[in-house]
């Protein structure tokens, strides 16, 4: 993992904000598209990536339901704001 996310490792996925798990989420794509790394770290990256995406798709998730909450059915998908 790049030296500057060595500190973010440590916390837990669990207790992460959605910026910082995708923070960290950008650094190990750059480091595995980048980066020479061993089987084993390669794989470790690998691993704690999908935490991240999943962490940060609960997250999102539960946005969504606090938009929901107050904004009722009348929220337009950004889809729909494009066209």
Request: net charge negative; with cysteine; charged share 35%.
């Amino acid at each position: 993992m790049p030296k500057s996310s060595s500190k973010k490792a440590e916390k837990a996925v669990e207790e992460l904000t959605y910026e910082e798990a995708l923070a960290e989420l950008e650094e190990i794509v750059t480091a595995l598209e980048g980066e020479q790394n061993r089987l084993e770290e390669a794989i470790k990256l690998f691993e704690r990536g999908q935490a991240l995406a999943a962490r940060c798709g609960v997250l999102l998730e539960a946005a969504e339901l606090k938009v929901r909450q107050v904004a009722g059915d009348e929220i337009i998908p950004f889809e729909e704001l494009s066209e």
